[in-house]
């Protein structure tokens, strides 16, 4: 009965949200989720590829699939640093010739987002037989809604960011560029009220 009002309630594709579970031994296994909101690309979807591969247990084998469901919610809310958003592209062939296909970042945001989330995490995964099996434990939602409120969820924690410090030669640098772009700015003032002087003393 939990399990329909949960599906009930869910509004998107319950047909695609569902696909593949029953292959899944879901027995032993934790049910962590991930709020993409405002986290950054990369950095959590290696945090994914390590949940899905069973990484952060003490029993991880390389030759067997002991990693957790990963659901995702907020695929629409994940950012990405610099200038990735325009110039990240994604290329497929279609087969007939001449037809490479790309779509940037942002199209593909626009298009469907939860498809960059999988395409990261299936990216960091080694390509091997449990490739398949780990892609169906990954459930990735564009909201916050999906349809498995009756399991034993539980909310993963980002780790937090380490940033680092900046190097004395690069410091120095920017302090230079901050330095010669206030010079540029008060001398761009001072040539200003030149003009002005003497455009008044030409009509006086």
């Not at 593949?20 to 690309?41: P, S, T």
């Not at 958003?85 to 279609?94: A, E, F, G, P």
């Not at 206030?182 to 003032?189: C, D, F, K, M, V």
Request: glycine share 6%.
């Amino acid at each position: 009965m939990a399990a329909q009002a949960a599906a009930t309630t869910f509004n998107g594709n319950l047909k695609k949200a569902l696909a593949g579970l029953r292959r899944i031994n879901l027995e032993g296994l934790r049910w962590r989720v991930f709020d993409a909101k405002g986290q950054v690309l990369g950095r959590l979807a290696s945090q994914i590829s390590t949940v899905i591969q069973g990484k952060d247990k003490p029993t991880y084998a390389p030759n067997r699939d002991d990693g957790d469901m990963c659901i995702v919610i907020n695929a629409k809310d994940v950012c990405v640093t610099g200038r990735k958003l325009t110039d990240k592209v994604y290329y497929w062939h279609t087969g007939y010739v001449g037809h490479l296909k790309e779509r940037s970042l942002k199209d593909q945001m626009a298009k469907d987002p939860t498809e960059v989330i999988r395409k990261a995490v299936l990216r960091m995964l080694p390509r091997n037989k449990l490739r398949d099996d780990r892609d169906r434990k990954l459930r990735i939602f564009a909201d916050s809604e999906h349809p498995f409120g009756d399991r034993p969820l539980e909310p993963y924690m980002m780790p937090p960011r380490k940033v680092r410090e900046m190097r004395p030669r690069v410091r120095r640098a920017l302090i230079r560029a901050q330095k010669k772009a206030e010079e540029q700015e008060q001398g761009g003032s001072q040539r200003k009220g030149r003009k002005r002087e003497a455009k008044t003393e030409v009509a006086a």
